[in-house]
């Protein structure tokens, strides 16, 4: 979740920034003090105007036995549909298709806007899923993940102060000279505000909506309840392995102490590195659901688009070339790709990386994985090799169909292929993606799901697609065999 200047709008882009002081007097001054203000922002007819089609102030759900209602009616809801729905088609001699019953227009709007809502374990499920497995999955699913992910709703400031009095205590404003109650940006489990201390310093906080720590079993549980009666899953496909996933890494992502930690461990690593950097942990002003850091200047990364091509290309390059380190040299992975989670500072041409409570331990076995499938494809380059390393990341499951399982493995061996080649690869030049998409969708309509492969696998190509993605969007020229190299040389010294 990105610190930024300004949250998204409906269509992925930022809102315009907003000056901190209140141009119509709202700024409040609590519990005494003349240099302590909560403030909305000044803002214009077109930025209001923007305000309503994007991020609207919304109470978020924070009671267990609230959120199960709230779920619960919006199943009864979905479910009279469909019932008034199937009668019709049945006095009019048609059989109705109950998946076609539960996914109409309306439906969907209640379902998205509901999932919205709640946050939590929705949004995380629609990341997971629509990572993952996004491409291969039904349209009306499709629409529900992106529209959740685009959606910027936000805790009213009443809401708001509830939570900051519960982990602060009251008095807290003191702590602050200036405090924006509109947050500048809003993810899945909590919103970012921009605050300047009392000696000057501008800090980012991060504030974890209510409610949504002590409901992650549940809402997950009457999440995959309302999906599975969805049926909006391709046949055969496992929902439970990202139901699980999705739970231990909403346990951990709300730990806010636990991402203090990582972040503070990333900028160990990156030490020495002056073209990647990482904000400062306040620790005296963070709680386990208040995280206090540095506010970091920056543009939104995908705005590079307008810089020039050497800019583009470093872009692209330093962040897969920091990938390759998170995979084989730090064995831990940052593995949320947003775009959100990165700025781009065009003067210094340093890349601000935000958001670490998706960081993970990689499993060895998986990097040993990726270590032997690059060796098989660049150094050995013979069919056997690749499907022996394939198979062993679990990209090539035994129950396959075999001819599914030989189209799967020539799809990886294509990707092998354009890393082989020496000079620039053009993410530009979109028809290999095309092609390989086209592929797996005709194997899914053909009857093959998703292959059930490991989360640790699942999770580094997550994030090698959002890169690619990102790539794509700058249309960065980048020499993958020279950032491969250092580790098929050091893989090949080894073995002699």
Same mark, same amino acid.
């Given at each position: 979740?990105?610190?930024?200047?300004?949250?998204?709008?409906?269509?992925?882009?930022?809102?315009?920034?907003?000056?901190?002081?209140?141009?119509?007097?709202?700024?409040?001054?609590?519990?005494?003090?003349?240099?302590?203000?909560?403030?909305?922002?000044?803002?214009?007819?077109?930025?209001?105007?923007?305000?309503?089609?994007?991020?609207?102030?919304?109470?978020?759900?924070?009671?267990?036995?609230?959120?199960?209602?709230?779920?619960?009616?919006?199943?009864?809801?979905?479910?009279?549909?469909?019932?008034?729905?199937?009668?019709?088609?049945?006095?009019?001699?048609?059989?109705?298709?109950?998946?076609?019953?539960?996914?109409?227009?309306?439906?969907?709007?209640?379902?998205? /806007?509901?999932?919205?809502?709640?946050?939590?374990?929705? +949004?995380?499920?629609?990341?997971?899923?629509?990572?993952?497995?996004?491409?291969?999955?039904?349209?009306?699913?499709?629409?529900?993940?992106?529209?959740?992910?685009?959606?910027?709703?936000?805790?009213?400031?009443?809401?708001?102060?509830?939570?900051?009095?519960?982990? &602060?205590?009251?008095? &807290?404003?003191?702590?602050?000279?200036?405090?924006?109650?509109?947050?500048?940006?809003?993810?899945?489990?909590?919103?970012?505000?921009?605050?300047?201390?009392?000696?000057?310093?501008?800090?980012?906080?991060?504030?974890?909506?209510?409610?949504?720590?002590?409901?992650?079993?549940?809402?997950?549980?009457?999440?995959?309840?309302?999906?599975?009666?969805?049926?909006?899953?391709?046949?055969?496909?496992?929902?439970?392995?990202?139901?699980?996933?999705?739970?231990?890494?909403?346990?951990?992502?709300?730990?806010?102490?636990?991402?203090?930690?990582?972040?503070? $461990?990333?900028?160990?690593?990156?030490?020495?590195?002056?073209?990647?950097?990482?904000?400062?942990?306040?620790?005296?002003?963070?709680?386990?659901?208040?995280?206090?850091?540095?506010?970091?200047?920056?543009?939104?990364?995908?705005?590079?688009? $307008?810089?020039?091509?050497?800019?583009?290309?470093?872009?692209?390059?330093?962040?897969?070339?920091?990938?390759?380190?998170?995979?084989?040299?730090?064995?831990?992975?940052?593995?949320?790709?947003?775009?959100?989670?990165?700025? &781009?500072?065009?003067?210094?041409?340093?890349?601000?990386?935000?958001?670490?409570?998706?960081?993970?331990?990689?499993?060895?076995?998986?990097?040993?994985?990726?270590?032997?499938?690059?060796?098989?494809?660049?150094?050995?380059?013979?069919?056997?090799?690749?499907?022996?390393?394939?198979?062993?990341?679990?990209?090539?499951?035994?129950?396959?169909?075999?001819?599914?399982?030989?189209?799967?493995? $020539?799809?990886?061996?294509?990707?092998?292929?354009?890393?082989? /080649?020496?000079?620039?690869?053009?993410?530009?030049?979109?028809?290999?993606?095309?092609?390989?998409?086209?592929?797996? +969708?005709? +194997?899914?309509?053909?009857?093959?799901?998703?292959?059930?492969?490991?989360?640790?696998?699942?999770?580094?190509?997550?994030?090698?697609?959002?890169?690619?993605?990102?790539?794509?969007?700058?249309?960065?020229?980048?020499?993958?065999?020279?950032?491969?190299?250092?580790?098929?040389?050091?893989?090949?010294?080894?073995?002699?």
């Amino acid at each position: 979740m990105s610190q930024g200047d300004t949250p998204r709008d409906a269509n992925g882009d930022r809102l315009q920034s907003r000056a901190v002081h209140s141009a119509d007097g709202a700024s409040d001054h609590a519990n005494g003090g003349p240099d302590v203000a909560l403030t909305h922002g000044s803002r214009s007819t077109d930025e209001r105007a923007s305000d309503a089609r994007a991020g609207r102030a919304v109470a978020i759900p924070s009671g267990r036995l609230q959120r199960v209602a709230r779920m619960g009616g919006m199943a009864a809801q979905i479910a009279g549909g469909v019932a008034l729905d199937g009668a019709a088609q049945l006095l009019r001699g048609q059989r109705p298709d109950l998946r076609q019953l539960i996914l109409t227009p309306s439906a969907i709007s209640r379902l998205t /806007q509901e999932l919205a809502r709640m946050r939590g374990a929705a +949004m995380k499920m629609g990341q997971l899923l629509s990572m993952d497995a996004g491409d291969l999955l039904p349209e009306e699913l499709s629409q529900i993940l992106s529209r959740l992910r685009a959606d910027a709703d936000f805790m009213p400031p009443k809401q708001l102060k509830q939570v900051l009095d519960a982990e &602060w205590g009251p008095g &807290w404003q003191k702590r602050f000279r200036r405090f924006d109650v509109r947050p500048i940006a809003a993810a899945s489990i909590g919103q970012v505000h921009r605050a300047v201390l009392p000696c000057g310093e501008e800090v980012a906080i991060k504030v974890q909506y209510p409610g949504v720590a002590r409901s992650i079993d549940s809402d997950l549980s009457n999440l995959g309840s309302l999906l599975r009666a969805a049926r909006v899953f391709p046949p055969g496909f496992d929902l439970e392995p990202y139901l699980i996933e999705a739970r231990k890494q909403l346990h951990e992502e709300v730990d806010y102490r636990r991402e203090a930690q990582e972040m503070a $461990a990333y900028a160990a690593r990156l030490e020495g590195d002056a073209r990647l950097l990482v904000p400062r942990h306040y620790p005296h002003l963070s709680t386990g659901s208040v995280l206090v850091m540095q506010f970091m200047q920056g543009q939104p990364i995908e705005q590079a688009v $307008a810089a020039a091509g050497l800019q583009r290309d470093g872009i692209a390059r330093d962040l897969l070339a920091l990938m390759l380190r998170e995979l084989f040299e730090f064995g831990v992975m940052q593995s949320d790709p947003n775009f959100a989670n990165y700025l &781009w500072q065009p003067d210094t041409g340093c890349i601000v990386l935000l958001d670490f409570g998706a960081t993970r331990g990689l499993d060895p076995t998986t990097v040993t994985g990726y270590r032997n499938l690059l060796h098989a494809g660049l150094v050995e380059r013979t069919p056997f090799a690749i499907e022996r390393a394939a198979g062993a990341l679990g990209l090539l499951p035994q129950d396959l169909r075999a001819d599914h399982r030989a189209r799967l493995l $020539a799809m990886i061996e294509q990707v092998l292929g354009v890393l082989r /080649q020496p000079g620039n690869f053009d993410f530009a030049d979109t028809s290999l993606a095309q092609q390989l998409q086209a592929e797996g +969708m005709a +194997m899914v309509q053909e009857g093959m799901a998703p292959p059930p492969v490991p989360m640790d696998v699942l999770f580094v190509q997550r994030k090698l697609g959002g890169l690619v993605l990102l790539a794509t969007r700058l249309a960065a020229q980048v020499d993958l065999a020279s950032l491969l190299d250092p580790y098929t040389r050091a893989d090949i010294a080894a073995a002699e």
